[in-house]
Structure formats: C-alpha cells, structure tokens
C-alpha cells in the first residue's frame, strides 16, 4: 500500500517537471520574444534606411537589405535640416542641462541641512508647484510677456528645477557625513565652499544620474519646443523628424541631382532621419543604464 | 571654534538675535537658495497668479489689468458645450483602457522575468527592454507610422497579404486609444519592471528553499510568496495611476492625433494647446486648463490619503 502511494507520488513528481520544464521554457521564449519585439522597429528602420527604392517596394520584411545605398544619408547631408536640427539639439540639451544642474544642486544644498532656517516652508512651497500649476496658457502667455519666445531660454529656464529631481538630490546631500561638513566649517570654511569642495565631489553618482535625466529630457522634448519656437533655423531634432516623418507629403526631388542610383525614396528618407535621431539616445544608453536605476531607486524612496 | 560646533548643536529659539547670528554663519546658504528661489516665484508661481485670465475677457493688448471681468462665463461655456463630454469621454477611454492592459503588463514582465535562473539571458533581456523609454515620442510616433501607415507600411502589407485589404490604423478613430495604449505597453512596460523587480530583489530565497521543501510548486510560490512581496508596489502604483486619470500624457497623443481620428484623440490637454494656442482664445483655454488642474490636484490628494489608509508611506 505504502509503496503504491511512493511509486504514485514519484510519478506525479515527474509529471510535474515535466510540465514544470516547459512551463519555463515558455518564460524563456516569452520574454526573449519581448526583448525582441522591442528591437525590431529599430532594425527593420536601420535595415530600410540603407535599402534602394527596388527592394523596399518589393520585399515586405528584410532586417538585411541585399543592396546598400547610402542615397537616403546622402540627401540627408545635403538638406542639412536634420543636422542643423542635431545641432541645435545638442546645444540646447548641454546648455540646458548644465542650468538646471546649477539651479537644482544649488537649492538642495541648503534644503538638505537640518539646521537651515526656513527648511520646511519652503519645502512645502516646493511641493505645492509639484500638485498644482498655472497650467499651460498662462505660463505661455507670462514667457511671452518675459520676452523669452522664441529663444532657446525659455525652454532652459522652464523647466531649470524638477522638483522630484530636486528630492533626490536633497536626499543624497543629506545623507552625506555630518563630519565632514563640521570639520571644514571649523576649518574656516564657509558654506559655498563645503559645497563646492566637499558635497559636489562626493555627489557624483546623483550628480551622473540627475544630468543624464535632465540631458535626455531635453533631447527628447517635443512639446515645448514647439509651442516656444517660431523660428525654422532654431527647430530641434524633435522639430525636424516629425515635420519629415509625420507631415511631409512628397520630398521635392528637383533640388538635388541623384546621378548614381536615382532619387532617394520618400521612405528611405524617413526611416534614415529617424535612425540619425535616434543614434545619439543608443550611444549614451550605456551610460545612462549605469546610473538610472539607482536614479529609480532612489526615487522611489520617500524624499 | 567651539562657537561653531555649539550654535549648531542648540535648540532653534524664536530669539530674533540669534536668527540673526545664525544667518552671518550661513549667509551663503541664502545665497545658494537665491536662484532656485527666484525660478519657483517667476516661473512657477507667477503663472499661477496668471489664472486670473480665466475670469476675464483677456486680450493681450489691454493686458490683465486692463481685462473686463466675465466671472464664471468661460466655465459656463466650457461645462455646457458639447466639447466638454466629448473630452472626458476620450480621456477616460484612454485611461480606463491602460488601467486594464498597460498598468498590469510590467507586473507579468516582472513576475516573468523573476523566474528565470541564467543571470546573463535576464540582463540581456532587460538591457534590451529598457531601451525604448529613454527613446522620444516623436521617434515612437516616427515608428509607429513607418509599421501601419496605409500605404507602404509593413503592417498593412502582412494583412493586404492575408486578408486581402488594408486597414487605416493611423486614420480611423476606432483604433486611436489601441493605437495609444499600445504605444505606451511597447515603450513603458521594460521600464516599468524596474521598480517590482527591485521589491522581487528583496524576497529571501529561503523561504523559496523552504516551500519548495514543503512541496509547493511554481504557482503556490507566486501565488504565496512573490505576490505578496509586490503587494504594497502594486498598491501604490495602482493608486497613483488612478490619481494621474485625467493625464494621459499630452506628447504622445498630439503626435498620433490627425484630422482624420480626432473625434477619439481630441483629451483635455491637446484641446487647451488648441483653443488656447492655434485660436488664441486665452480666457476660455485658461479655464478648462484650470478645471483640469483643480481636479488632478484633488485626484492626487485622495489617492495619497487612500496610500496612506491602505498603511502604504504615501507620496506627499
């Protein structure tokens, strides 16, 4: 009886594995499946941006194009609008990103001394701008009035301090060694300079994941953009590959002479902005994987 | 010296005198707050004062102070006109839609990805999922068309191939909030692991050792131990989620909006950018953009006092 039950359960042990097996294997197939999904516009655009008209009207799916044509990059150049759209892009976003880094780090200095006089006032006046705004007219109508339209300032100075970003960098001031702080201060050193000779060296992880934040926000912004700037040779990358992209109808084909293999095709063209737009943001990817989930992390935790 | 280290240790008092003392040993830290200071007055808190405008009939030329009054005539026709119903309903058909397939996707990727054993295929994995949140929606809207455009869009061409016609994803207003929601499960669920995987780190393994010895198999440890670790996250995400109803992201609905779906597209935000922004009617943007705001601050209040009473810490 006691075997029976033994011999039973062994085989019911079995079966589970069995079934157990391939339920992970169907977890490996799965998320492998996602990891690829998420890949595959990027390729199927690179692989479209190097293709000829031929083969792109042709072939449905290719991750591989039989013929490489450089004609797309090659009108790209010549236009010039996407790289004055990179350019401009990268202006704004180390400008912008060093403004907010200035304003961010120095009002969280302040705010992550316990002692400091005025603490939780004004942190609740931080926190009231994170609940409620003027909303998106008045605030345009006031930067209007400021005379900052149209002007790169604008976008730089809106959003100068994130106010969860902010937090962060609070908390991490915070967290630093009281000592240090009492030691340099007994030394004769006054705040800026514990500050600057002391804090900032010692931030620099929040400092790396702060930045990368602010940095690829402002690459990545579209909305402001468009709403501040009025002015073609001012547009940022964002500007240009939606106007390419999502609103051009034919490309003019009669400015430029394509001897070699003919005219770019509309599509190729497209694909080939987004993949010049798109480049900037894998190449920092690596840096920015580094840091940003403890950037999250610390997030997360209550400020 | 010791003046230092004592002034420091010492109870603030309302003394005005040693507030005074206190502020020539900290001067500089006023001076640091000076800038962050000045940007929250002049570009936070001055707009709010800018609200006003939607009590009035605002024109640029006369200025605020120079504006008729019109009290809640914008509100009026805001809530009375048929625009109004039109936004809530799209709004919250986006919103209630991502609540349902969006919000709980990273919590099956997370639960998945928390199964696998081999190190290197898991962080080959999430390297390669976290990848699109860092991407912009112009690029994701960029992508988006290449794939479904009706023309040559490979999409369309696999179901012309099977089906024997095309489908205008891009044009027609019944696939808009598809359209939306699964932009945003393919840019954000990577991303959004990061946060149960971080609750699953947290987990003893022992107890894993232990159920396993006690004969529990795959869905009993999930279903008694990983979920139960996740519980709180879920919670306050859910809540949060929930707070944040009326924003659904304003970016990435522009860029997909057209002509052609707008009777979908058209939410709270990109209706402000247009009365406010094309037609220059300030006074009455400025009044539904204020709706908007007051009942987004209220909504994020309650789901704080529902996090705090579910015994979550709460946001604020």
Known sequence: ?303 | MSKVASTQVQKPTRNKGEFIKYFKQHKWLYVMLLPGALYFIIFRYIPMGGIVIAFQQYSPFTGIMGSKWVGLTHFRNFFIGTDFWMLLKNTLGISILSLIFYFPAPIILSLLLNEIKNQRYKKVVQTFIYIPHFISWVIVASLTYTLFNINDGIINQVIEATVGHTINFLGLPQYFRGLIVGQSIWKETGYGTIIFLAALSGVDTQLYEAAKVDGAGRWRLMWHITLPAIKGTIIIMLILRVGSILNTGYEQIFLMRNSLNISTAEVFDTYIYQKGITNAQYSYSTASGLFKSVVGMVMVLGANWMAKKSGESGIY
């Open chain 1, 1 to 303: 009886m006691a075997d029976i039950a033994i011999i039973k359960r062994n085989k019911n042990k079995i079966k589970a594995s069995w079934s157990d097996r391939t339920i992970q294997v169907l977890i490996y197939l799965f998320t492998g499946f996602c990891g690829i999904i998420t890949l595959l516009p990027f390729l199927y655009v690179l692989a479209g941006s190097f293709a000829t008209e031929r083969e792109l009207t042709e072939k449905a799916f290719f991750i591989i194009p039989t013929e490489i044509s450089f004609n797309a990059y090659q009108y790209i150049v010549q236009t010039g609008e996407v790289f004055r759209g990179l350019k401009n892009s990268l202006f704004l976003t180390i400008v912008g990103t060093c403004i907010q880094m200035f304003f961010t780090t120095t009002f969280a200095y302040p705010l992550s001394k316990t002692h400091f006089k005025g603490r939780n006032l004004i942190l609740n006046l931080v926190i009231v701008t994170m609940l409620f705004s003027g909303g998106m007219i008045p605030t345009f109508l006031w930067v209007k009035q400021l005379g900052l339209y149209n002007s790169y300032l604008s976008l730089m100075l809106l959003g100068a301090i994130n106010p969860f970003n902010m937090i962060i960098v609070k908390k991490f001031f915070e967290d630093l060694p009281v000592e240090l702080d009492e030691a340099a201060r007994i030394d004769g050193a006054t705040d800026l300079q514990v500050f600057y000779k002391v804090a900032i060296p010692l931030s620099k992880p929040v400092i790396a994941s702060i930045s990368l934040f602010y940095a690829v926000g402002h690459w990545n912004d579209y909305f402001n953009a468009m709403i501040y700037l009025n002015n073609p040779a001012k547009e940022t990358v964002q500007i240009v590959l939606r106007r390419i992209v999502l609103l051009a109808g034919e490309i003019q084909t009669d400015i430029m002479n394509f001897d070699a293999m003919g005219v770019p095709p509309d599509k190729a063209v497209k694909m080939a902005a987004t993949v010049v737009a798109t480049v900037p943001i894998l190449v920092v990817y690596p840096f920015v994987q580094k840091y940003f989930a403890q950037g999250v992390m610390v997030g997360a935790v209550k400020g």
